[in-house]
């Protein structure tokens, strides 16, 4: 019978930045429900922000390992389906790997975990349990950037020759983990955050965007990681040059002291016959650059006539008319989307559509943390180029 997913959560209380929007993302398509959390390190404000979600107090656990066991005791109708984890990336590993081992799919933030070998414990998990996990890599949601990806794969610019991919950010210019900020704090800790500030929160997603959209692996690295910041006991910022699989070149800047900067994510890809820019400050707009001809622009929700229809990917992941904005939000929805018709379809048997199984997975998870692993190997290390480690 078609009903609602039932999630849980682990973090995402009301001290925290993230798991709200999960929730937004969440709800969005009326596919999802909260029943059940363990959402902050704080007991009483898990209490309290259960009681605000409206979550039955007997069911805000706490800690996660309480509400896996005692969810798994539930019977088939009521129990969680699912569980987002929502927490700093130290305490991801765990309750995904206990999640799973328990029956249930999960959602989880990146970077993935906080080591390359979580990373690859956590992906023989997903084989061994059959479970789905997802990993919420926000900007690979967003119906031009899709659009950008099937272009590139229909070959439309040629053979692919260079990537450009950006995340500057100005909100760590300051020493803020000293200053009271409780995100800035884990943030800047190896020990809760991983081996790399900037490449673990940001550069990740570039990673995962420039491999996404062009479909081309990274194979090697080049990478200069800075701490600017006096005090940070982690890099804030760093440029990488990339190869590609095909003999690609690309160039990866992430930076969290880009004083002024909000979230500018930007991509560029230009192949023998053109190329292809998206930035996340402008996401409705897919700007397309070929060889002797205007310059053009693909608008989301628009019903172009051949030759430029866009993408079923674009498609499927457009919920209103061309004109009015949709963002961050909705691209957060379509991986949760995605991820529900994907489980859904599994539970009965059924295939997911391609476009249902395009949200990122543990795969990806694991080309991250070892994006990471190879950056910090090539920063410390005196040879100019380092094979990716995987
Ligand atoms: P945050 O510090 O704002 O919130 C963390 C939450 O986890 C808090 O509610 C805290 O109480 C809770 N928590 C900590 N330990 C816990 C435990 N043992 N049990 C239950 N809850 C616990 O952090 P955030 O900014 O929301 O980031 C959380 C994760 O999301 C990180 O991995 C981060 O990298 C990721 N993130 C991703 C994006 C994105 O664009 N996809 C954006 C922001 C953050």
Partial sequence: MERRLRMGMVGGGKDAFIGAVHRIAAFMDGKIELVCGAFSIDPDISKESGRELFVAQNRVYPDYKTMIEQEALLPEGERMDFLTIVTPNFLHFEPAKLAMENGFDVVVEKPMTVSLEEALALQEVV?????????THTYSGYPMVKQAKAMVREGHFGKIRKIVVEYPQGWLSRLSEREGNAGAAWRADPKRSGKSLVMGDIGTHAAHLAEYVSGLRITELCADLTTFVEGRLLDDDGSVLLRFEN???GVLMASQISAGEENAVRIRIYGEKGGVEWANEDPNNLIVKMLDQPRQLYRTGNAYAAP???????????????????GLLESFANIYRNFALTVSAKRKGETPSPEALDFPTVDDGVRGMAFIDTVVK?????????????
């Fill in 127 to 135: 084989q061994r349990t059959g479970r789905t996990l997802c990993l």
């Fill in 247 to 249: 003999g690609a070149k």
């Fill in 308 to 326: 430029y229809t866009l993408s079923s990917f674009a498609t499927h992941n457009t919920r209103i008319p061309a004109g009015h904005p949709e």
């Fill in 378 to 390: 090539n920063n410390e290390s005196n040879e100019k180029w380092t094979k990716f480690v995987l």
